[in-house]
């Protein structure tokens, strides 16, 4: 297994495991074909691969379940906030068009909705990056037990992930892909 799908299993296996809508993972640009690989692979289980950005060697890669993020997306409340951050879409893919766009400047800190973080802990992180009252796999600002929780579900899944990854298993084996 090349060390791209190791890292894309790692990073986004919690996403293919159904646990959150999407993930983001940072890969070698030498590495495409293992991710021109696995999009295909995965695009018949309802998940797509977009490159938001990247610098002279790496890729930011943006996975994501079309179906889960759409639901996310066009939530009343979630609209409603992302339209105040300066978007405007009719689809997933307008809304990702207008995230890839915000990232060629200042790291867009709305990009915690695209990966499935609390609204409530992405407003916090914008009114005050520095007070959050925990820390995992994203900042939190309310709802603490409910965060734990889940930080703990992500940390198994990945975990379990990586121990097949490190028995020989492929990601299209893992999840019955392919």
């Known amino acids: 297994m090349s060390a791209a799908e190791y890292t894309i299993g790692r990073h986004c296996g919690i996403t293919f495991a159904g646990l959150k809508p999407a993930s983001l993972v940072s890969i070698e640009k030498a590495e495409r074909g293992v991710l021109a690989r696995l999009s295909k692979k995965f695009k018949n289980k309802g998940f797509n691969f977009v490159v938001l950005g990247g610098c002279q060697r790496k890729l930011i890669v943006y996975v994501y379940h079309a179906e889960k993020l759409k639901k996310m997306l066009f939530s009343q409340q979630v609209r409603n906030f992302l339209h105040s951050r300066g978007y405007e879409y009719g689809s997933v893919e307008e809304a990702i068009d207008r995230l890839r766009a ?30 959050c009252i925990m820390c995992g796999c994203w900042k939190v600002y309310s709802n603490v037990q409910e965060a734990a929780k889940t930080f703990e579900r992500f940390n198994r899944c990945s975990s379990c992930i990586c121990r097949h990854m490190d028995r020989g298993k492929s990601l299209t084996q893992i999840f019955n892909v392919g």
């Open 102 to 131: 915000k990232m060629e400047g200042d790291f867009p800190h709305e990009i915690g909705v695209f990966l499935g973080y609390p609204l409530s802990d992405v407003r916090g992180f914008i009114a005050n990056p520095n007070g």
